[in-house]
């Protein structure tokens, strides 16, 4: 059971750390001490206050990640209201769909995003705040018509009744030019209230807004804080180090490299732009982080740009073949990786997706520091973890203290629906009964759609999700995932999916253009090398999961805004 409240965890860490610096946006340099957050959070309660936001009204957020996206949250959250942060790739009618279906009365957005939004699709938005001009004299970006309460007539805010002039003056006012630690006092809100409101989907139709108790936050928090790893540091301290490239939107993000830092002291370096893989190297061996969250893709693409040219080509092919050399340059290119990362990191923890196991079992030869999680939207995000030194490969970490796992309908093998109970689990689908009823089984179960195996120390192993799932000619269980990623370990291939067509396995794939070119393949070769590559990859399937057929897309799939393939589009 959470024994913290979630408002009360940021108001303990202002005042336990109020001169280090809590926020930066990394490639400005923009930095906030936790006192400058409290400060310009309390000026942002003045704002919500003249704005006539209420406790448990909703206020939705949406940019790229920021000391000003992060100090909206934190305002949001410690004001009594409910955040709703929106991924800043949906589109401006998704947008509009979801401000409207959350009943959101605040909007901060960026500018580059604002621009694309209509004014008249805002449903009950009062004002819109700019994420980009967000500093202490700026102003309400737009101030929108909205219903007095006591009159029942329409009236316009306007830019001078709420700008943060007014607001400053009004601050001054409250705390007479003596803002310290012991000002801070946010009013209660209990931990089964609703804190947050997450979108999966922003189309009409698709979009589930998960409901997110405070104690789902803070118990995810919590456990960032103090149970990454008993090697090394066994929690994370003030003043350490986190690089956030990960989207704040998501729960994954938000929860680890964002709730749990700043809760606890640490100092959290925001990438403000795209991050590609060599935005990341330099941030990271100039922040040197102390611990790392990253999703498969991204370390997939540093091994496969990165070390696997460098393994494949002579004397080190050659030299890995040879025992007592093997183990040592296994060793030298597992600190050169441990560099890569700013070397001062105690561990690398992967989720949001499974990993490609040639790469989780070569990461694993040369003992670098990494482990994977698994969880959920719907859970805040964590189900299961292991730290590194005890994870076991294949498998997605140990259900958490505070979370109950079971197997419904197993097969023969013991894969069945993973599900699950606990305090992380959500309240619901926002004003989405039927979609709730569906998420839970009658005795209070949490259905994940995920397929897999729980082992008798409580590991979780996951083969597939329930709804890709196929089936074979005799009624056998085929997991796309896992041919999938056979397929994506084979030379030329970047992504891939496997579908069923007439009872029989075809993969589409989207290949790897600079490889082809390096490798002298031309258009003319592709069949053959795609023929060759099908028989290899049968080779290491069951009879009943045999390709029939590989078709080479011209572009890349089509991806979710958590950089999932949209798999319903290519059935």
Same mark, same amino acid.
Request: charged fraction near 25%; charge should be negative; aromatic fraction near 12%.
């Given at each position: 059971?959470?024994?913290?409240?979630?408002?009360?965890?940021?108001?303990?860490?202002?005042?336990?750390?109020?001169?280090?610096?809590?926020?930066?946006?990394?490639?400005?340099?923009?930095?906030?001490?936790?006192?400058?957050?409290?400060?310009?959070?309390?000026?942002?309660?003045?704002?919500?206050?003249?704005?006539?936001?209420?406790?448990?009204?909703?206020?939705?957020?949406?940019?790229?990640?920021?000391?000003?996206?992060?100090?909206?949250?934190?305002?949001?959250?410690?004001?009594?209201?409910?955040?709703?942060?929106?991924?800043?790739?949906?589109?401006?009618?998704?947008?509009?769909?979801?401000?409207?279906?959350?009943?959101?009365?605040?909007?901060?957005?960026?500018?580059?995003?604002?621009?694309?939004?209509?004014?008249?699709?805002?449903?009950?938005?009062?004002?819109?705040?700019?994420?980009?001009?967000?500093?202490?004299?700026?102003?309400?970006?737009?101030?929108?018509?909205?219903?007095?309460?006591?009159?029942?007539?329409?009236?316009?805010?306007?830019?001078?009744?709420?700008?943060?002039?007014?607001?400053?003056?009004?601050?001054?006012?409250?705390?007479?030019?003596?803002?310290?630690?012991?000002?801070?006092?946010?009013?209660?809100?209990?931990?089964?209230?609703?804190?947050?409101?997450?979108?999966?989907?922003?189309?009409?139709?698709?979009?589930?807004?998960?409901?997110?108790?405070?104690?789902?936050?803070?118990?995810?928090?919590?456990?960032?804080?103090?149970?990454?790893?008993?090697?090394?540091?066994?929690?994370?301290?003030?003043?350490?180090?986190?690089?956030?490239?990960?989207?704040?939107?998501?729960?994954?993000?938000?929860?680890?490299?964002?709730?749990?830092?700043?809760?606890?002291?640490?100092?959290?370096?925001?990438?403000?732009?795209?991050?590609?893989?060599?935005?990341?190297?330099?941030?990271?061996?100039?922040?040197?982080?102390?611990?790392?969250?990253?999703?498969?893709?991204?370390?997939?693409?540093?091994?496969?740009?990165?070390?696997?040219?460098?393994?494949?080509?002579?004397?080190?092919?050659?030299?890995?073949?040879?025992?007592?050399?093997?183990?040592?340059?296994?060793?030298?290119?597992?600190?050169?990786?441990?560099?890569?990362?700013?070397?001062?990191?105690?561990?690398?923890?992967?989720?949001?997706?499974?990993?490609?196991?040639?790469?989780?079992?070569?990461?694993?030869?040369?003992?670098?520091?990494?482990?994977?999680?698994?969880?959920?939207?719907?859970?805040?995000?964590?189900?299961?973890?292991?730290?590194?030194?005890?994870?076991?490969?294949?498998?997605?970490?140990?259900?958490?203290?505070?979370? $109950? @796992?079971?197997?419904?309908?197993?097969?023969? %093998?013991? &894969?069945?629906?993973? =599900? /699950? !109970?606990? +305090?992380?689990?959500?309240?619901?689908?926002?004003?989405?009964?039927?979609?709730?009823?569906?998420?839970?089984?009658?005795?209070?179960?949490?259905?994940?759609?995920?397929?897999?195996?729980?082992?008798?120390?409580?590991?979780?192993?996951?083969?597939?999700?329930?709804?890709?799932?196929?089936?074979?000619?005799?009624?056998?269980?085929?997991?796309?995932?896992?041919?999938?990623?056979?397929?994506?370990?084979?030379?030329?291939?970047?992504?891939?999916?496997?579908?069923?067509?007439?009872?029989?396995?075809?993969?589409?794939?989207?290949?790897?253009?600079?490889?082809?070119?390096?490798?002298?393949?031309?258009?003319?070769?592709?069949?053959?090398?795609?023929?060759?590559?099908?028989? $290899? @990859?049968?080779?290491?399937?069951?009879?009943? %999961?045999? &390709?029939?057929?590989? =078709? /080479? !897309?011209? +572009?890349?799939?089509?991806?979710?805004?958590?950089?999932?393939?949209?798999?319903?589009?290519?059935?």
């Amino acid at each position: 059971m959470v024994n913290k409240n979630f408002v009360r965890m940021f108001e303990d860490s202002f005042r336990q750390n109020w001169e280090l610096e809590a926020f930066t946006d990394y490639e400005t340099k923009y930095t906030l001490t936790y006192a400058q957050v409290a400060e310009q959070v309390e000026k942002l309660h003045l704002v919500f206050r003249e704005c006539g936001i209420e406790k448990n009204d909703k206020v939705a957020l949406i940019g790229r990640n920021s000391t000003n996206w992060a100090v909206a949250y934190i305002a949001a959250i410690t004001y009594g209201a409910v955040i709703v942060p929106i991924l800043q790739d949906f589109h401006a009618n998704d947008i509009h769909h979801i401000l409207k279906h959350s009943d959101s009365k605040f909007l901060f957005t960026a500018d580059y995003i604002w621009d694309h939004l209509d004014e008249n699709e805002l449903g009950q938005v009062r004002a819109v705040m700019s994420l980009t001009k967000f500093k202490p004299n700026a102003v309400i970006e737009s101030a929108l018509p909205v219903i007095d309460d006591a009159s029942g007539e329409k009236m316009q805010l306007t830019l001078e009744q709420i700008s943060l002039d007014n607001i400053q003056q009004l601050f001054d006012r409250k705390f007479k030019g003596n803002f310290h630690p012991d000002c801070i006092r946010y009013d209660y809100k209990d931990n089964e209230e609703l804190a947050s409101i997450n979108y999966t989907s922003g189309t009409t139709g698709f979009s589930k807004g998960v409901m997110t108790t405070g104690r789902a936050l803070a118990s995810n928090a919590i456990f960032g804080q103090t149970t990454y790893s008993s090697v090394g540091p066994s929690q994370l301290f003030r003043g350490d180090r986190m690089v956030t490239f990960l989207p704040l939107a998501h729960a994954y993000g938000c929860a680890f490299d964002f709730l749990g830092n700043s809760t606890i002291g640490g100092h959290t370096y925001f990438i403000t732009r795209v991050p590609t893989p060599k935005v990341l190297m330099a941030a990271f061996a100039e922040v040197k982080p102390t611990l790392i969250l990253s999703v498969p893709l991204i370390i997939e693409k540093i091994y496969r740009k990165q070390i696997q040219p460098m393994i494949a080509k002579p004397p080190m092919n050659w030299v890995l073949q040879v025992p007592l050399l093997n183990d040592f340059m296994l060793e030298q290119i597992g600190k050169k990786l441990m560099g890569v990362f700013g070397g001062e990191f105690f561990q690398v923890i992967i989720g949001g997706a499974a990993m490609n196991a040639e790469v989780e079992s070569f990461f694993r030869k040369i003992k670098f520091p990494f482990t994977i999680g698994y969880g959920m939207t719907e859970t805040a995000p964590l189900i299961s973890y292991r730290p590194w030194f005890e994870f076991k490969p294949g498998s997605c970490g140990k259900i958490l203290d505070n979370m $109950e @796992v079971r197997i419904t309908n197993p097969n023969d %093998e013991g &894969i069945g629906e993973i =599900e /699950v !109970r606990g +305090d992380n689990v959500m309240l619901g689908y926002y004003k989405n009964e039927e979609a709730t009823k569906a998420a839970f089984t009658e005795d209070g179960w949490l259905r994940t759609g995920d397929l897999g195996y729980v082992d008798a120390e409580g590991d979780i192993f996951i083969k597939g999700r329930s709804k890709t799932m196929l089936l074979g000619p005799n009624g056998q269980n085929i997991y796309p995932e896992e041919i999938e990623d056979k397929v994506n370990n084979m030379p030329y291939v970047m992504e891939s999916i496997a579908v069923q067509r007439e009872g029989a396995i075809v993969v589409l794939v989207y290949l790897d253009k600079d490889a082809l070119d390096a490798a002298g393949i031309t258009a003319d070769n592709i069949p053959a090398e795609m023929e060759k590559m099908r028989k $290899e @990859v049968n080779g290491l399937l069951a009879s009943y %999961e045999q &390709i029939a057929a590989v =078709e /080479v !897309r011209p +572009d890349e799939f089509e991806k979710t805004p958590k950089n999932s393939i949209k798999r319903y589009l290519y059935k």
